[in-house]
Each structure stands twice: as C-alpha cells, then as structure tokens.
C-alpha cells in the first residue's frame, strides 16, 4: 500500500470507523471525495491518522471492506505515525535549522523574544503555544518575504499576495493570480530548504506545471542545488509536522 500524506479535496463530515486487526480496534477516518475516482487510504501525519477515502457513490460496505482487507498495513502505519512535539517549557525547536530551548517566563512583561539559542515566552502558560506559533510565523515572514520578491524580481514577475498558513499537504503552492502560500512550520527547516521552496513556488509564477522549463527556472532561482533540500523534505518532512501539537 503506497503512503501518500496528500489528502484531496473532501466533503465534511467525517465517519470515525474501526477496522480490526489482531483482536485490536484500529482507529480510521472514512471520508467521501467528489474527485476521488477509487477507494484508497492515506496517511496524515498531520492530524495523526489513517484516511479511507472513497468516491461518492462507492457503498460503505465496500469501502469499509477495502480497508478491512489492508488491517496489517494500517496497523503498521499508525504505529510508524510521528509522535507530537507539543511547544512547552523545556522543550526544543530547530528556528530554521538550529536547535533553540523554550523558556516560560510567567513573570516577565512582553510576549516572545529571543537570547542567544533560547526563545522565552512570557505570560500565563495557556497562552505559550499560540504566541510562540505566532511569533515564529512572523519570524518567518521576516525572512520569506524579501526572499520571494527578490526571486521574483529576478524573474519579471508580480506577486499579488505572500501568504502563511498551516500547510499539512503541501509547503508552498502559487496560484494563477500571482498569490504564494507557505506553510509556516518552514520556519523549522534550514534556510536551504526555504530558499529552495521560494525558487520552485516563485518559478511557478513563469511555469504553471513542472515541465523541463519549469526546473531549469527552479534551478536558476536557487542559491545551489535543489536536489539536498529535496533530499532534506523527503527524509524531514514529516517531523515538521510534529511541533506545536
């Protein structure tokens, strides 16, 4: 059974289903897709769980015995699935590749700064996670944003919006109006990785699709080979994923 973490375009209301393995429940998303065109299963490290995904007009019966036939598979892929690495006292995250320590600090004044490899947050500890994720967003937009205009000056091309969300399918995506999108959680990756994700997005903005002309331009936008920061997602990717659940 192929992983894919791409979950498609899906209709609401999901169906928490049980599929059985070795006299143990195992926990599945079962979900209907207008584009879906088969039955599949996906993983989705993101949210942690194992997706049925079925065309709208495939009965439940048969859905639900496709995934039943692959148990051994979903067993093996929810116990493979990243463990959380939720933002709290004491805790690391890599600020763009380098290893920083978080420190609460319920007694300062101020919400997040930064001395030497420590990020300190201050105020009451519910708040921590949502002000540090903020922070770190705008961290990387500090860095983002003049990356992306610069790659896309030297290709003649406007960009109408730079966008940062929290990306769980893709790392970047451009749209046919000139809009870039970026997940935040880049902002864990090494600068290579974000140079490189600028350089295929903003090579978008002159190819709409990953033809040979397409990488050449990829190829041109980045500061050095693509193929490292290729490697470093594939192998990474997933861990990305992890920090602030």
Sequence with gaps: MP???????LLPEPEKISIVHADVELPVTFLRSSRARRVSLRVDPARQRIVLIAPLRLSHATAVG???AQAGWIAARLKRLPARRPF??????PLFGVAHRIRHRPDA???????????????????????????????LR??????????????????KKIGVRDGRSRWGSCGPDGSLSFSWRLVFAPPEVLDYLVAHEVAHLVHMNHSAR????ARALCEG????????????????LQYGG
């Design 109 to 139: 004044r101020g919400t997040v700064w930064l001395d030497g490899q420590e990020i300190h947050v201050a105020g009451r500890p519910e708040y921590l996670p949502r002000r540090l994720r903020d922070w770190l967003t705008a961290e």
């Design 225 to 240: 080979p693509i193929e490292p920061p290729q490697a470093w997602l594939k192998k990474n990717g997933e861990i990305l």
């Design 3 to 9: 992983y894919d973490s791409r979950v498609p375009s």
């Design 142 to 159: 500090r860095r983002l944003v003049p990356l992306v205009h610069a790659k896309a000056e030297r290709v003649q091309r406007p960009v």
């Design 66 to 68: 496709f995934a039943t």
């Design 214 to 217: 397409f990488w050449a331009q």
């Design 88 to 93: 709290l006292d004491g805790a690391e995250v």
